[in-house]
């Protein structure tokens, strides 16, 4: 789920990340320095590293530092040149002109030939990318004009958003495409950096490639402050986190609990995330209680959403208004306010005993890594949920897990993570189409209302097409196919450097190391 960038991305904490670059703080004065090393600290472990093969958003944030995509993304979202110079498009054809002399990172040239390879790999449904639909739709093909470094792209179903999603796709290298084994622990990429050490569940070293002279928009390869190396360090407890944050140890952390609180004042730089962190997803898999509409509305009935957004964001979140990050979505507005079931105990534990729910076992996945405020909101959707007269296994996930059920190999009825996206067309192969191992549907969903506002909303471009979109998002909520429930703030802390963020993740460009 493209890492919050852009594309989807599933994480324990948040998903796939989204959006803006808001906050202060920031070390005043101090100089950028050569020399030095970025450590940031992730939630969970990002697993494969394989770009067209995770869903994972820490996976997407590692993946940035090992490989480039045609477009960059400002701060505000606005598009910029990335391995691209120049790029024009519909809903169904694209065309991008790359710049000359970039390299991958064993010395060979990038050809259109490469980046073409990239987009039909993913767009062709027997390789099963998790990336099809997000960055690249299902059946794409592209061509590539050698001479001119042109790669031209054609999409036999509509996309309102194509040049975005295809220029946000990682593009790999030729003897990663060859043997994808090759990426799992390591990197073919034209990005900065190169993995020089994994460790699963602890680090990754990654080293800056002194010979790298392109990046998005008016990147300068002379520019002071870029780290000769990364260290990312798999630090699940947010506590631990804050203490590495707060003694300079950690450079960058993202914080989603009260943690972030204890890091004020002027060393420190906030770049804030906005986004949908609190759904809930009801497996729709044929058999299962919660496939039965009667089910799922009595559920939400029993459960006071209020009291979960106020629990799961430890108090300092909103309610949700929508399932892309507000911040991000080019579709604005809430479509979520008024097509939720008010809360009610009594008519929700009648309304489940007259569904022939009452006394069923539901198995209820939840987020364990990230976000302190989880366990406790699950707790009380657990004793909710008992009260009103059905028995509820709480099942703790870790990162990797999460990806698990993303493909469809863990058994679960209700999960409680979000998916964090910043268009609303990169949520489509998650809320419906093929599931598992055949497509990233993977609560099996099938809502006819949503399919035809798709479609019609993909038959335009950009904003033209929003209130077929809102139209979608609805259709999903009131449905109760997957229920948003909260919004909060997922600060990006930086300690001893500066930064940007692009789609909610750092943005590897923009790093510059202080003295």
């Given at each position: 789920m493209?890492?919050w960038?852009g594309a989807?991305a ?7 990340a989204?959006?803006g670059?808001?906050g ?7 100089q ?10 992730v939630a ?10 995770t869903?994972?958003?820490v ?8 490989y480039d995509?045609?477009l960059?993304?400002a701060?505000?979202?606005?598009t910029l040149?990335?391995l ?12 991008f002109?790359?710049?000359?002399g970039?390299?991958c990172?064993?010395?060979t040239p ?5 980046v073409?390879k990239?987009?039909?790999f ?6 099963a990318?998790t ?10 093909k592209?061509?590539a004009d050698e ?7 054609t999409?036999?179903?509509?996309d309102?958003f194509?040049?975005?999603n295809?220029g946000?796709l990682?593009?790999?290298c030729d ?5 994808r084994?090759?990426?799992k622990?390591?990197s073919?990429?034209t990005?900065m950096y ?6 699963p569940?602890d680090h990754?070293?990654l080293?800056?490639r ?5 990046g998005?928009?008016?990147f ?6 870029r780290?000769?190396k ?5 630090i ?8 590495l944050?707060?003694?300079g140890e950690v450079?960058?952390a993202?914080?989603?609990g ?6 004020q004042?002027g060393q420190?730089l906030?770049?804030?995330v906005?986004?949908?962190t609190?759904e809930?997803w009801f497996n729709?898999k044929?058999?299962l ?8 509305k009595?559920?939400?009935?029993s459960?006071?959403l209020t009291?979960?957004q106020?629990?799961f964001?430890s108090?300092r979140?909103t309610?949700?208004?929508g399932l892309?990050a507000p911040?991000?979505?080019p579709?604005k ?6 097509n939720?079931?008010?809360f ?7 309304a489940?005993?007259?569904a022939?729910?009452a006394?069923k076992?539901?198995v209820?996945?939840?987020g364990?890594?990230g ?7 699950a707790e009380?959707?657990?004793q909710q949920?008992?009260a009103?007269?059905v028995?509820v296994?709480l099942k703790?996930v870790?990162t990797?897990?999460?990806g698990?059920i993303?493909?469809?190999?863990l058994s679960w009825?209700v ?5 964090g996206?910043t268009l609303p067309?990169q949520l489509?192969?998650?809320?419906s189409?093929p599931t598992?191992p055949?497509?990233?549907n993977f609560?099996a969903?099938d809502?006819?209302?949503y ?5 019609e909303?993909?038959k335009?471009?950009g904003e033209?097409?929003?209130p ?6 609805k ?5 109760l ?7 909060s703030?997922a600060p990006?802390?930086v300690n001893?450097a500066?930064l ?10 923009s ?5």
């Amino acid at each position: 789920m493209k890492t919050w960038r852009g594309a989807a991305a599933l994480g324990a904490a948040v998903l796939l990340a989204a959006c803006g670059n808001d906050g202060g703080g920031g070390a005043s004065g101090r100089q950028a320095v050569d020399g030095k090393t970025f450590t940031m600290a992730v939630a969970g472990d990002p697993g494969n590293l394989d770009p067209h093969f995770t869903s994972l958003s820490v996976t997407g944030q590692v993946d940035r530092f090992l490989y480039d995509s045609l477009l960059g993304f400002a701060p505000d979202g606005k598009t910029l040149p990335g391995l691209a110079e120049k790029w024009q498009s519909t809903s169904t054809t694209a065309e991008f002109t790359l710049r000359k002399g970039i390299t991958c990172a064993d010395g060979t040239p990038l050809t259109a030939a490469t980046v073409a390879k990239n987009i039909s790999f993913v767009g062709d449904v027997k390789n099963a990318s998790t990336r099809i639909g997000l960055y690249v739709p299902a059946g794409a093909k592209a061509t590539a004009d050698e001479a001119a470094g042109v790669v031209k792209v054609t999409s036999p179903s509509p996309d309102a958003f194509l040049e975005r999603n295809l220029g946000g796709l990682p593009i790999v290298c030729d003897k990663g495409m060859a043997d994808r084994t090759k990426l799992k622990q390591a990197s073919d990429g034209t990005g900065m950096y190169t993995v020089t050490e994994a460790v699963p569940d602890d680090h990754y070293t990654l080293t800056r490639r002194k010979e790298y002279a392109w990046g998005p928009g008016d990147f300068k390869a002379d520019t002071v402050g870029r780290p000769d190396k990364v260290v990312i360090r798999v630090i699940t407890n947010e506590t631990t986190t804050a203490n590495l944050v707060l003694s300079g140890e950690v450079n960058a952390a993202r914080f989603t609990g009260p943690d972030s609180q204890r890091l004020q004042g002027g060393q420190f730089l906030k770049r804030d995330v906005l986004a949908p962190t609190g759904e809930i997803w009801f497996n729709q898999k044929a058999g299962l209680p919660t496939a039965d509409l009667a089910v799922r509305k009595a559920l939400i009935q029993s459960v006071d959403l209020t009291q979960m957004q106020q629990v799961f964001t430890s108090g300092r979140g909103t309610a949700a208004t929508g399932l892309v990050a507000p911040a991000m979505t080019p579709c604005k507005g809430d479509t979520v306010t008024g097509n939720l079931p008010a809360f009610d105990a009594a008519a929700g534990k009648a309304a489940l005993a007259t569904a022939g729910a009452a006394g069923k076992k539901l198995v209820v996945a939840w987020g364990a890594t990230g976000n302190p405020g989880a366990q406790a909101a699950a707790e009380l959707l657990q004793q909710q949920w008992q009260a009103a007269g059905v028995q509820v296994e709480l099942k703790s996930v870790t990162t990797t897990q999460v990806g698990q059920i993303a493909a469809g190999q863990l058994s679960w009825d209700v999960a409680m993570f979000p998916i964090g996206v910043t268009l609303p067309s990169q949520l489509v192969p998650f809320l419906s189409g093929p599931t598992p191992p055949d497509g990233a549907n993977f609560a099996a969903f099938d809502n006819k209302d949503y399919v035809a506002a798709v479609t019609e909303a993909q038959k335009l471009t950009g904003e033209s097409g929003c209130p077929q979109w809102a139209a979608a998002e609805k259709a999903v909520v009131q449905n109760l196919d997957l229920v948003p429930f909260a919004n909060s703030n997922a600060p990006s802390i930086v300690n001893g450097a500066e930064l940007n963020l692009s789609e909610g993740d750092i943005d590897p460009s923009s790093i510059r190391m202080l003295g």
